[in-house]
């Protein structure tokens, strides 16, 4: 999957018994803003001057996995696109990325089914499905945000909000 540079790495570590959140990660990651796609901007509404001096690619991977580690399962809304994105930081540092290559859950296709489970007859587009689960619109893409919201999606799904 061919993708944008990550600008934005935001993570949680989720508690295994309750999913209540244990620690978080957010760093902005210095990128060629000439070569970003307008409208990828416009929906993380990060400026030219945020990435300026931010983190290297191999910079924000290595704080990363030095607070992460290897030993989790990469829970997300998009799976392939938050693993191509992991893929382009973990390859900076020189670090096979098979280490995660089975720690994988999507969150999209499972939510879809627990909503049709409970009479959701609604597309499977994010914002419909986030409100149909009783979440609140989303504004900008914050990396931080999008993982409490892939949290709360996981703890209904999984029944423990």
């Known amino acids: 999957?061919?993708?944008?540079?990550?600008?934005?790495?935001?993570?949680?570590?989720?508690?295994?018994?309750?999913?209540?959140?244990?620690?978080?990660f957010l760093m902005l990651i210095q990128g060629d803003y000439s070569k970003m796609k307008p409208e990828a901007l416009e929906?993380?509404?990060?400026?030219?001057?945020?990435?300026?001096g931010a983190p290297t690619r191999a910079e924000a991977a290595q704080a990363f996995v030095e607070k992460f580690g290897f030993d989790f399962i990469l829970a997300s809304w998009v799976q392939n696109l938050d693993y191509a994105m992991l893929r382009k930081l973990i390859a900076a540092i020189d670090v096979p990325i098979n280490k995660y290559d089975y720690h994988f859950f999507?969150?999209?296709?499972?939510?879809?089914?627990?909503?049709?489970q409970h009479g959701y007859t609604g597309t499977m587009r994010s914002e419909p499905?986030?409100?149909a689960l009783g979440l609140p619109a989303r504004d900008k893409h914050d990396a931080l945000a999008d993982c409490r919201m892939a949290s709360q999606i996981l703890r209904i799904i999984m029944q423990k909000k």
Do not use: N
Request: charged letters at 25%.
């Open 43 to 52: 929906c993380h509404g990060i400026t030219e001057g945020q990435l300026k």
């Open 1 to 24: 999957m061919d993708v944008d540079d990550p600008i934005q790495l935001g993570a949680l570590l989720l508690d295994k018994a309750t999913l209540e959140e244990k620690k978080s």
């Open 106 to 116: 999507d969150l999209w296709p499972a939510a879809y089914v627990y909503l049709l």
């Open 129 to 131: 499905m986030f409100q």
